[in-house]
């Protein structure tokens, strides 16, 4: 709490107006040319001003629309997605039939999130030859972190490699998990068998798959998959039951998704007749789900049997919630219900301009590369604003890095210009902050230029022959060193190649709510009936208007293509207008 | 106490020891105390390990990794009058860089990792795991196949390949016979 680093963060336009910003180059700020009501200055503790404040870093710059575009104003669009662990890229095709996980080797493992690795159950082979031998024997997933293994949940693998599919047909113990054709197949077996209508003819018919199969029990525990495939198979048929032919002309086979089916249901509930009388009246025959084999699972008898297993085996084989998190579909209560978890997928993203469509941010689609094709982020054309007291902190006299109430303070307002060509900055403060709390605020030097960001050894080179700007420099550092230069009004600090510093005076307000009544705001007043400073009301914020002007070459391709003639006075006016938010510190309280 | 300039001095009072001639200890390794150091055959103390039997005499048993900048003893003074309980470790333990163990006794096939603390009067089961940085406080008793990891997260490890990891210390421990210059003939 006590520590406070100053802070500056930056309004994006697109919370101003509703409506999308459309070209608002040359456009005036809308304070300006709006009602009465948007005359107003930024008020950085309004609740709506939190979205809407970004560190600079954080922002975009759309060169098309000549405008800063924020995390909420732009478009993501996926390039590539990527396995985190093996960093192989993953079709987008894959991950639309496998889902987003990686379908390799690559795990997580369920107790402690390490990476897992696969290893031989066996012990290596050693003698002559041992390295060129190939490790034999099952395989285990196990955890260098945690030393976990999947040994623990029965699992073990024949392969090295393709864990993932390996994996997906294993159940926890060494079970094989049935795949959907399997499961459907063997539902139509069972069923036929539980009907036990014509079990004895299919038996002489097919002696040689007739393998064991465990007797048919209706109330048989079933996992999830199996269960919603069940269901499924079940509500399917009762559909197809209902109406074998729908009004479009659609089989019941369709399911849900087809566009008859859900018309035909949107028609049981609206009751209208547009659709058949056939169809309403055939919708009472359906019935629910009756046992196993459609699908009915009845749970209380799996809590008994957590029950007794918690008592013989304790709390310490009970998963956590974070661990059974990662296991949405099936209930892990147990340890030895974790599986391991398969890495999700990271993605690689483009960025798009909300507005014109225009990319800001495309990243190279190789995985292993951190480069980026297009970059266009506000750093690179909006000045930089750092803030710091001007009078280094060791020489004030006040323990703590606190504002002292009343107390007139200056701090330095530095712009750095990333541009090449040079800006003319504008700034526009309300002279007291918003809030209960109203701190007075002078800019003593609200309009200055920032010289362009020029190669730094031309610059050098310059500076050689005319020494005027590093002698003015060295002059106002001396004197600030003797504490007889005094901050002017109307005066730059400071200045370098592509920077200038220039001062700004506050007096924070005082905490307290004894204070004399001429003190007191319009807003302080109202809000007499709750004396306590709320949450972080003692942060002096100061809202800044800044306004940037230069002339920067017209849009490239055009003049590029118009000739020489056009290029001498291809220079174009460029405007920019924003709020800043300045944190400047904290006000002590007394 | 610093073990640095001890070592430069030419009459450096040796800690009685009764070292396995098959053992491998690096010139490097820093053996002190006035008690009684044991080292049992094939374990490698790796180059500023630190043996320090001062308060209570330590027994290394076979096949183990001291690995370097590690803390092996009691490392202060005990406070009663009672004497410090003797460290004791087990056969195959791998105490890895900068652990710190002060353990009573250290079970069999545990691993001790890099910068972990084991407090005064601990006792480890066997084949033991403690994470990176973990702690196990003072006179602790752990179980067999305790796995400390995380944030101090516990969990019983029972995977069952203890063989195969003893095992592998075994045969880490012939690597690092070839890699690492023994000299017993200085600490005898």
Known sequence: ?590 | MSNKRQSMMPPAPKPPTSLSSSIVIAEHASLTGTKLIMIGSNTVIHPRAKLNSAYAPITIGSTCIISERSQIGILKEPEDEEEAEPVVIENGVVVEVGAIVEARRVGEGSVIEVNARIGKGAVLGKHCKIGPLCEVAEGEVLPDFTVIFGNGMRRIDNSGVEDLKMKMVARQVEVLRKLIPSNIAKFQ
Not at chain 1, 67 to 77: A, K, S, T
Request: proline residues 7%; hydrophobic residues 30%; neutral net charge.
């Open chain 1, 1 to 590: 709490m006590t520590s406070f680093t100053p802070y500056t963060y930056f309004q994006c336009p697109c919370t101003e107006s509703s409506l999308p910003t459309h070209r608002l180059s040359d456009s005036s700020p809308p304070a300006e040319n709006e009602s009465s009501d948007d005359e107003r200055t930024f008020d950085p503790r309004a609740p709506r001003a939190n979205y809407s404040l970004y560190p600079l870093e954080h922002l975009f710059y759309c060169e098309d629309c000549h405008q800063i575009r924020c995390p909420r104003c732009v478009l993501d669009e996926i390039v590539t997605w990527y396995c985190p662990n093996c960093l192989f890229e993953v079709p987008s095709s894959t991950v639309k039939a496998e889902g987003n996980r990686c379908t390799r080797s690559c795990f997580q493992c369920p107790i402690c999130i390490a990476p897992l690795s696969v290893s031989s159950v066996e012990a290596p082979p050693s003698g002559l030859g041992a390295e060129i031998a190939t490790q034999s024997g099952p395989f285990v997933l196990n955890c260098g972190y945690c030393s976990w293994s999947s040994k623990e949940i029965g699992i073990q693998f024949e392969k090295p490699n393709g864990i993932f599919g390996q994996l997906a047909k294993v159940k926890n113990g060494g079970g094989p998990i049935l795949t959907a054709k399997e499961r459907r197949k063997d539902r139509e077996d069972r069923k036929r068998d539980f009907s036990g209508s014509s079990v004895s003819e299919i038996r002489e018919e097919t002696p040689e798959i007739d393998v064991p199969r465990e007797p048919l029990d209706p109330n048989e525990k079933l996992d999830a998959e199996s269960q919603f495939s069940n269901l499924r198979a079940f509500y399917q048929s009762q559909l197809a039951d209902a109406s074998p032919v729908s009004a479009l002309g659609f089989t019941g086979d369709y399911g849900y998704g087809s566009p008859g089916a859900l018309s035909r249901i949107m028609g049981l509930y609206t009751g209208s007749t547009a659709f058949d009388k056939k169809a309403k009246s055939k919708s009472g025959a359906m019935r629910e789900a009756r046992d196993a084999l459609e699908g009915l699972q009845i749970t209380p008898s799996s809590d008994e049997e957590a029950l007794v297993k918690l008592h013989a085996e304790g709390w310490h084989t009970t998963s956590s919630c974070s661990q059974r998190a990662e296991f949405p579909n099936s209930q892990a209560q147990f340890i030895d219900d974790l599986r391991p978890v398969a890495y999700l997928l990271r993605t690689k993203r483009s960025k798009r301009c909300k507005t014109c469509r225009h990319i800001l941010s495309k990243p190279e689609s190789k995985v292993q590369t951190t480069r980026f094709r297009i970059r266009l982020v506000a750093l690179n054309y909006i000045p930089s604003i750092s803030l710091k007291p001007l009078s280094p902190p060791t020489s004030s006299s006040s323990s703590s890095s606190l504002l002292q109430p009343m107390r007139p303070v200056q701090f330095l307002l530095t712009f750095k210009n990333p541009l090449f060509d040079s800006v003319k900055v504008t700034l526009a403060t309300p002279t007291k902050t918003p809030g209960r709390f109203a701190s007075k605020v002078t800019v003593l030097c609200p309009q200055f230029e920032v010289g362009a960001n020029t190669d730094a050894w031309e610059e050098a080179l310059r500076e050689n022959g005319s020494r005027s700007s590093t002698s003015e420099k060295r002059r106002t550092k001396a004197d600030f060193l003797e504490g007889q230069h005094q901050a002017e009004a109307g005066k730059v600090w400071e200045r370098g190649r592509n920077w200038v510093s220039v001062v700004v005076e506050v007096v924070p307000a005082s905490l307290s709510f004894q204070g004399p009544e001429f003190l007191k705001t319009e807003e302080r007043r109202q809000g007499e009936g709750d004396k306590e400073v709320r949450e972080d009301e003692d942060v002096l914020e100061i809202p800044v208007f800044v306004r940037v002007e230069w002339e920067a070459d017209s849009a490239h391709d055009e003049a590029g293509g118009l000739g020489a003639s056009k290029e001498k006075e291809g220079k174009e006016k460029r405007e920019l207008a924003y709020w800043c938010v300045l944190g400047v510190g904290r006000i002590a309280r007394d």
